[in-house]
């Protein structure tokens, strides 16, 4: 539950209030880390010391549901210069660490980050005739802190988040978010860290799977030069009609297409609802990996696959690659929709893992045949991993939400990978790995070309390379949903 108030912003600094020593008092009512932040915005907004704000009633640290305080919500008047128009300023207040005592963030020192590094801002354009900042604003940004508290994923410049749903619940096309550095908030040194803000950028569905595509960075560049679509200063306009490709029709063509084609894609991992089965055995053969028993305990990821995984997912196998926030599945979280990527704590040390069985007791198995099975929107993605990864010598991992299933595609120059030319399926307990050919790549994205109309797809689908001995279907929800399937 949440309340809007008057800003209370910290008086002013007086002996020892940067560090917390002095007067015991002071740093109670006002913790450092919490003043550091305002004295950013009020470096930008000295003329509004008591914004308005919206507050969690019950803090996170007493047993609350909302990981931020505050959500501090300023007037900007814009730059006319640079067709910056008025607009609403908004900025988080708990994602770092603004008491320094461990009741909700680690204290790891004064050089590295604070909490998790960042506070989260956002930046909405102001319709005419309004005369005060609307809420909603605040509980988006308290979805995603939830969601970095719950998963222990951090956020990056060039991140993006698929949501779903319109960002205020209207009938907008603004349905997801990109992240990149706010224009005008600089890093703040605190006594507990360094704290970073990262800009959310509302964008349309064609711009989502456009930065899917190709990258967050790159899409973000391009809305800076459409002032209708966010501009210099990336400011989101709800009543956004138009796609900045349909603004600019060759924006496609011209650079995302091109950049596709030059740069491949960042993306190199998500968490989908996914399976696979290994063909070239009967189901019932006690030696498949993946219901093989030692005692009472399934066979698990072992710690050593987890941290491999992991590590796909975050860095990859090329140097290139960078964390990024890919999800698949919509979750309802109080009420709004938020999509989970890979997760460190959720998907890639799920519960399940506890019950391991040594590393070296798994032998990595050499398949003849395998069936993979996606979801339509996870499917979706195929194309994109085979144009934008494998393409350009990349990977791409599919890790299941409902389980420890993992499926990595890989290109004949990814290292580290245990499938190989001559055994292009080989599995590591539940963790599948597929190694394409650029040939057999082409093949297939002319094979599975109807994947880029969803609108034209009916389920179940099937598509089948017989000399490959590979088969791929996409097939319904709940299918996924069963546990029997």
Known sequence: ??????????????????????????????????????????????????????????????????????VSMYRNLGNPALNVPEHWHYVSFGLSDLYGDNRVHEFTGTDGPSGFGFELTFRLKRETGESAPPTWPAELMQGLAR???????????????????????SESRIQHMLLTEDPQMQPVQTPFGVVTFLQIVGVCTEELHAAQQWNGQGILELLRTVPVAG??????????????????????????????ETDGSNLSGVSAKCAWDDLSRPPEDDEDSRSICIGTQPRRLSGKDTEQIRETLRRGLEINSKPVLPPINAQRQNGLNLDRAPSRKDSLESESSAAI??????????????????????????????????????????????????????STGVEGAFATEEHPYAAHGPWLQILLTEEFVER??????????????????????????????????????????
């Not at 501009?231 to 596709?260: A, C, S, Y």
């Not at 069936?371 to 991992?397: D, M, V, W, Y």
């Not at 000399?467 to 299918?479: G, R």
Request: glycine content about 10%; charged content about 20%.
């Open 444 to 485: 297939m994205l002319e094979d599975l070309e109807d994947l880029n109309s969803p609108e034209e797809f009916k389920l179940p689908k099937e598509y089948s390379w017989p000399e490959k001995k590979l088969k791929v279907s996409i097939l319904p929800d709940a299918v996924f949903d069963n546990p029997l399937h």
């Open 231 to 260: 501009g210099p200063w990336l400011i989101t306009d709800m009543r956004r009609g138009e796609t900045i490709f349909e603004i600019d029709p060759h924006l496609q063509q011209e650079r995302v297409d091109k950049g596709i």
């Open 357 to 410: 069985i040594p590393h070296e007791l798994i032998r990595t198995r050499q398949l003849e045949s395998v069936h993979l099975k996606f979801n339509q929107e996870s499917g979706a993605l195929i194309p994109l991993c085979l144009r934008g990864r494998l393409l350009h010598g990349r990977h791409f991992t599919y890790k299941s939400i409902t389980g420890d299933t993992a499926i990595t595609f890989v």
């Open 1 to 70: 539950m949440e309340g809007v108030r008057p800003g209370g912003g910290p008086p002013a600094a007086g002996p020892g209030s940067g560090s917390g020593s002095g007067s015991a008092s002071f740093p109670s009512l006002f913790p450092p880390g919490l003043h550091g932040i305002y004295g950013e915005c009020r470096r930008l907004y000295p003329d509004q010391p008591n914004p308005l704000q919206v507050t969690a009633i019950l803090k996170y640290w007493l047993g609350g549901p909302d990981p931020l305080d505050y």
């Open 147 to 169: 969601y970095v508290f719950q998963s222990e994923n951090t956020f990056c410049s060039g991140d993006h988040v698929s949501w779903h749903s319109p960002l205020d619940n």
